[in-house]
C-alpha cells in the first residue's frame, strides 16, 4: 500500500530564511507526488505536482519541488520565507489510475519569526 | 467558478443524533472525495465518486456513515447515530483530472 511519511512535526523559520520540508513516500511504480497548504480554518491549496519529467517542479508563490526516485523523497523548497507561508504543509501520493485520490503524510507546520 | 461547496461550516449536534454534511462539486468535475481531518488519523479518505457512482469506500469508519452522490452537483455525508468521536473537520474534494481541489471543510463537533 501506499504511504507519505513527513518526518518533522513543526518547523520554525525567520523570515526571509531558506525552507526545506522533507516528504519519503512508499510506493510500487512512478508515483503522481503533490504538496498542499493548508492555512488555519481553510481548505487545502496545491502547491506543486509531480507526474513524470524532469524532476525539479516549479509551483506557485515560488515554492519548489524536487523529486529523487533514488531516496523515495520529494522534498519541498523555498529560497526566501515570508511571513504569509505559515500553515500546514501536507506531501500526498496519488494512486494508480486514480492520481487525485489521495493519501496525505500527517502534515509539517510552518511558523515564521519576524 | 466558486470552487467546491461545502455546508455548514460548522456544525454542533448532540450525541446520538443525525448529521447530514453536503457538498456542491466544481461543475464539470467527475471524481469526488470525502475527507477527515482529525489530529489523531490526520487526513484520511472516507469514499471516493466517479460519474457518481461510489468506487471505493473502504474508508469509511462504521456503518453509521453513509454518503450518496445523487447527481453530478451534489453529494452528502451522513452519521446517524453520531458519536463525540466523530468530531472532525470533512473535506470534499472534487477532480477531472490529475488535480483534486478542496472545498474549505465542515468542522463537526458532536458532544
Known amino acids: 500500500a501506499q504511504s507519505v511519511t513527513q518526518p518533522d512535526i513543526h518547523i520554525t523559520v525567520s523570515e526571509g530564511a531558506s525552507l526545506e520540508l522533507r516528504c519519503n513516500y512508499s510506493?510500487?511504480?512512478?508515483?503522481?507526488l503533490f504538496w498542499y497548504v493548508q492555512s488555519p480554518g481553510q481548505g487545502l491549496q496545491l502547491l506543486l505536482k509531480?507526474?513524470?519529467?524532469?524532476?525539479l517542479v516549479q509551483g506557485i508563490k515560488g515554492f519548489e519541488a524536487e523529486f529523487k526516485r533514488s531516496q523515495s523523497s520529494f522534498n519541498l523548497r523555498k529560497p526566501s520565507v515570508h511571513w504569509s507561508d505559515a500553515a500546514e504543509y501536507f506531501c500526498?501520493?496519488?494512486?494508480?489510475?486514480?492520481?487525485?485520490?489521495?493519501?496525505f503524510g500527517t502534515g509539517t507546520r510552518l511558523q515564521v519569526t519576524l | 467558478d466558486a470552487g467546491v461547496i461545502q455546508s455548514p461550516r460548522h456544525e454542533v449536534t448532540e450525541m446520538g443524533q443525525e448529521v447530514t454534511l453536503r457538498c456542491k462539486p466544481i461543475?464539470?468535475?467527475?471524481?469526488l472525495f470525502w475527507y477527515r481531518q482529525t489530529m489523531m488519523r490526520g487526513l484520511e479518505l472516507l469514499i471516493y465518486?466517479?460519474?457518481?457512482?461510489?468506487?471505493?469506500d473502504s474508508g469509511m469508519p462504521e456503518d453509521r456513515f453513509s454518503a450518496k452522490m445523487p447527481n453530478a452537483s451534489f453529494s452528502t455525508l451522513k452519521i446517524q447515530p453520531s458519536e463525540p468521536r466523530d468530531s472532525a473537520v470533512y473535506f470534499c474534494?472534487?477532480?477531472?483530472?490529475?488535480?483534486?481541489?478542496f472545498g474549505q471543510g465542515t468542522r463537526l463537533t458532536v458532544v
Open positions: 461543475s464539470g468535475h467527475n471524481s
Open positions: 500526498a501520493v496519488g494512486a494508480h489510475g486514480t492520481a487525485s485520490k489521495l493519501t
Open positions: 510506493y510500487g511504480a512512478t508515483p503522481y
Open positions: 465518486f466517479n460519474n457518481n457512482v461510489p468506487i471505493d
Open positions: 509531480y507526474f513524470s519529467g524532469d524532476t
Open positions: 474534494a472534487s477532480s477531472k483530472d490529475t488535480e483534486a481541489f
